[in-house]
């Protein structure tokens, strides 16, 4: 399925923002690389692939003010109240930061 995808780690309080034409295999790719888990919160489904890349930058330069490295963006501010209309967000003290917790509604 060809999607935009919001893939977050609670741990760090990051999203990340990426396309895809297969979510399983790529959620299964950065969990490989990532020192802590991580979760799908969220997809834009159904344009077309190649428009998928225009959205995805779009929202990317949206969100430019949260980004921590590539296509991670710390999560809070308009990030979080964008993710908030889509996705309940609580949040949590964790190892004296806030962090988040995104669960869909």
Partial sequence: MDCIYFIYAPHVNKVKI??????????AAIQSMSPVDIVCIGTIDSPPY????????KLHKK?????????????FGGLE????????IKRYKMNDRTSVYIQGK
């Fill in 18 to 27: 990426g396309v895809t034409n297969d979510l399983d295999r790529r959620m």
């Fill in 50 to 57: 190649k428009q998928l890349y225009s959205m995805e930058a």
């Fill in 63 to 75: 969100f430019r003010m949260y980004r921590s490295h590539g296509e991670w963006f710390n999560c």
């Fill in 81 to 88: 109240d964008y993710l908030q209309t889509f996705y309940q």
